[in-house]
T-cell receptor, first 115, second 115 residues
Framework: GNSVTQMEGPVTLSEEAFLTINCTYT??????LFWYVQYPGEGLQLLLK?????DKGSNKGFEATYRKETTSFHLEKGSVQVSDSAVYFC??????????????FGRGTQLTVWP | EPEVTQTPSHQVTQMGQEVILRCVPI?????FYWYRQILGQKVEFLVS????????KSEIFDDQFSVERPDGSNFTLKIRSTKLEDSAMYFC?????????????FGEGSRLTVL
């Protein structure tokens, strides 16, 4: 079946520190992979995505590379800011021709960045 | 920027009571979803809805759950007889395009507490 496992939180960092949030997946086919972010008081927002192996998704200084050989999609940022404090969710969707692309999520990782 | 809105933000109910969670998707979107997150667990898919009918539902979405788009703007989730284990954050989402090219937009969530 399909599942996503992501790093347990919470993660607490100082501003300008390097961030890695690990995400690994299990999928029956060749999924697309996503990172969603939820800022306090807001809904989940798409942060970045990758639709095939070796693709790199990037947005707002965050990056993640789709690694088929290690079934991973780790989120990284070189220098975090206080405004990056949020909950980060890794997710996958099957590429099976469905029109609806059901998402499978991880548990979320709370990131807190201190000034 | 258009957004998905959900009401109520928090509802407390007694076990066995009926609950209706409401969502207003983005106006030109065609595909609608409910997800939920029990505290400390993964965000889980409940149901997807397109063209006025359920397209896919998970094993969680049993006979106690129903969805409806009563008036072309609202999208509701009804739980007929709530159980303690229904306590969770419920997220509504919508998208305009089919498949993975259409980004999923989420609401802020409705927290349901069943006592």
């Amino acid at each position: 079946g399909n599942s996503v496992t992501q790093m347990e939180g919470p993660v607490t960092l100082s501003e300008e520190a390097f961030l890695t949030i690990n995400c690994t997946y299990t999928a029956t086919g060749y999924p697309s992979l996503f990172w969603y972010v939820q800022y306090p008081g807001e809904g989940l927002q798409l942060l970045l995505k990758a639709t095939k192996a070796d693709d790199k998704g990037s947005n707002k200084g965050f990056e993640a590379t789709y690694r088929k050989e290690t079934t991973s999609f780790h989120l990284e940022k070189g220098s975090v800011q206080v405004s990056d404090s949020a909950v980060y969710f890794c997710a996958l969707s099957e590429n099976r021709g469905s029109t609806l692309g059901r998402l499978y999520f991880g548990r979320g990782t709370q990131l807190t960045v201190w000034p | 920027e258009p957004e998905v809105t959900q009401t109520p933000s928090h509802q407390v109910t007694q076990m066995g009571q009926e609950v209706i969670l409401r969502c207003v998707p983005i106006s030109n979107h065609l595909y609608f979803y409910w997800y939920r997150q029990i505290l400390g667990q993964k965000v889980e898919f409940l149901v997807s809805f397109y063209n006025n009918e359920i397209s896919e539902k998970s094993e969680i979405f049993d006979d106690q759950f129903s969805v409806e788009r009563p008036d072309g703007s609202n999208f509701t989730l009804k739980i007929r007889s709530t159980k303690l284990e229904d306590s969770a954050m419920y997220f509504c989402a919508s998208r305009r395009l089919a498949g993975l090219t259409g980004e999923l937009f989420f609401g802020e969530g409705s927290r349901l507490t069943v006592l």
